[in-house]
């Protein structure tokens, strides 16, 4: 509100007026706040005027009170010193600001918690899918690997040999997906309140396990192939 009609200037010290009539009310600034989301998060913190109850004609609103240490029972501490300062005056509810925080926030963060487990659930699928892909692939090369084998290969050169040879699966799908997975963020930004909607932890970590999965995957069915017989690998189908 203060960038609205004071722009470049310091508002401080300045008058805002309610009307244009005749009774119009005319208060002095005080000091600037910054900007609150009052009605939900994901709207614009609309204008807001603070004043104080003196000013205030008619009150019918809430208070804010700051508590220190633990108290069990501010409900109850709060009550009795409302009645004791003004026995007229009703009390509605009371309740916490982190109460309050998690009433409003409880749909985004049940919305956070399903996209996270289905993020789990799309990682293993993915880490499963390329399992049996690279272990399909290795499989198909026993032939060749009773070959090598055969020819003298050790069965180490034969585990770099697979490994050269698959790794520029989960490669290619970094090199297309991390990409992918930037732009798809940008489409979900909006609808995010308070973190951020690249993890500079979680993308590294789904990339290090796409890529022990495929090397596990190349390994597994590799050593296995080793321990065969050449003569028998050379019959393979």
Known sequence: ?????????NPVGREIAYGTGPHDRRLQ??????DARINNVHEPAPPVVYHSLTQQTGFAGTLEVRVSGAQPD??????????RAAPDMPVGSIVSVRERLNENLSNERLIARLAGCYSLLALALACLGLYGLTAYHVTRRVKEIGIRMALGATRGQVLRAVIYQVAPLPVAGLVFGIPAALVVSR?????????SAIDPRMLPLASAALVATSVVASLVPAKRATRIDPTIALRYE
């Open 74 to 83: 501010v409900a109850g501490m709060l009550r009795g010193a409302v009645r």
């Open 29 to 34: 600034i005080v000091g600037v706040v910054q």
């Open 187 to 195: 489409a979900i930004r909006s609808q995010l309140y308070g973190v």
């Open 1 to 9: 509100m203060a960038q609205k009609y004071f722009p470049n200037t």
